[in-house]
């Protein structure tokens, strides 16, 4: 008997092909034990672990694997896809993603607090 969702393990991700639009996510600056290290060049968005990078042409290169650096310079490498090598790149190769696999920076910053509301419990 299936448990409901199709029991442990079964979540399947599917190659779906690449977005109809794509934007540049940064720049290649160095390959590091068989992966891309590149530095973002959008400033309000984070990439999702595991996302997809492309070519300009939509070629999948590989996936999002780290994500370092400080908030207001952000790195990120790429594990390769099968096939590709993270050598044969050169400085200042532009990498892309899709649109729907970015966050807002927001979500990694400190919530402002809001003047006048404090947290109290109560035991009834």
Known sequence: MLARGG??????????????????MGSFIHAVEDEMLCVSIISDKVPYFNAPIYLQNKSLIGKVDEILGPINEVYFSIKMGEGIVAS????????????????PIERFLPKPKVPGVTSTSTSL
Do not use: C, H, M
């Open 7 to 24: 029991g442990r393990g079964a979540f399947q991700q599917r190659d779906i092909g690449p977005p109809d639009t794509v934007l540049e």
């Open 88 to 103: 044969s790149f050169k400085k200042g190769d532009k990498v892309y993603i899709g649109n729907d696999k970015l966050l």
